[in-house]
């Protein structure tokens, strides 16, 4: 059974900072990309940042700087550390994986993805 179970949403002044976390199914933590995006209602899904296997990393640009991606083995689970939260980063935010190997960095585009968490709301506030 291949689960990713989100959290750690919520709403935050301009400039704030929030932690976003993925608890993901073992067998699939074990072999798979990690990603975070994030989406607004009428716009397509965003690529935020990724993560291989071993922990090779790339980030979108608007985040560069402000989101650090970062795995916990132990856990089995995913995060997102988010800084200087700006009104504009105010989206659904998903955890996806995909369990397979790529070669240099881990993509950005939804479609490479094929497991997905429910979605948790950041908001930042002006």
């Known amino acids: 059974q291949v689960q990713l179970v989100e959290s750690g949403g919520g709403s935050v002044q301009d400039g704030g900072s929030l932690t976003l976390s993925c608890v993901v199914s073992?067998?699939?933590?074990?072999?798979?990309?990690l990603a975070w995006f994030r989406q607004v209602p009428g716009k397509a899904r965003e690529g935020v940042a990724a993560?291989?296997?071993?922990?090779?990393?790339r980030y979108g640009d608007s985040v560069k700087g402000r989101f650090t991606i970062s795995k916990d083995n132990a856990k089995n689970t995913l995060y997102l550390l988010m800084s200087s939260l700006k009104p504009e980063d105010t989206a659904m935010y998903y955890c996806?994986?995909?369990?397979?190997?790529?070669?240099?960095?881990?993509?950005?585009?939804?479609?490479?993805?094929?497991?997905w968490g429910q979605g948790t709301q950041v908001t930042v506030s002006s």
């Open positions: 993560i291989n296997k071993n922990h090779s990393q």
């Open positions: 996806a994986a995909e369990p397979k190997w790529f070669t240099y960095l881990p993509p950005l585009a939804a479609s490479e993805y094929s497991y």
């Open positions: 073992a067998n699939t933590y074990s072999r798979s990309a």
